[in-house]
């Protein structure tokens, strides 16, 4: 149970870390670039995918999968959580038009949950390590 403990804090230090980021270049890319919310969501997820696979992959789950089965894992989960953050967006603004800021803050904790789970249990598990 430790184990889980440390993985979970490491995992919302890093999802943490890259929300901050994310939220900083969405805000920019809306309020200062004059970008559509659902189109600057999807700029700012890119860079926040690359930092939190090697952080996750090094740091949070200490992974012995290698890149390769690793990264494809993770592509695959982080598309799920990227289809989930552009859908909510799009409900957030056009469907139900809040504030994107605060619509955002709610589709963070679908998405933090989901690929919680799908990245320690799938992505980056110790179980045949290939």
């Known amino acids: ?7 979970a804090f490491s995992y919302c ?16 890319l809306v309020e200062l ?3 559509a919310p659902v189109i600057a969501s999807i700029i700012s997820y ?17 992974s012995e999968r290698n890149h390769s089965s690793s990264f494809i894992r993770y592509i695959a989960v982080t598309g799920v959580g990227f289809l989930i953050n552009t ?5 957030v603004v056009h469907v139900f ?5 605060v619509g955002q803050c709610m589709i963070f904790v679908i998405v933090a949950i989901n690929n919680y789970m799908l990245n320690r249990f799938w992505a980056f598990s110790q179980g045949s390590v290939e």
Do not use: D, H, N, Q
């Not at 149970?1 to 993985?7: K, V």
């Not at 230090?13 to 920019?28: D, E, Q």
């Not at 859908?87 to 409900?91: R, T």
């Open 46 to 62: 890119i860079p926040v995918f690359f930092f939190s696979y090697f952080l996750s992959y090094i740091w949070v789950f200490r």
């Open 87 to 91: 859908g909510g967006m799009y409900l």
């Open 13 to 28: 230090v890093v999802g943490g870390a890259g929300t901050v980021v994310y939220l900083v270049l969405l805000a920019g």
């Open 97 to 101: 038009e809040w504030m994107y800021l």
């Open 1 to 7: 149970m430790r184990c889980c403990s440390r993985t």
């Open 33 to 35: 670039a004059g970008l």
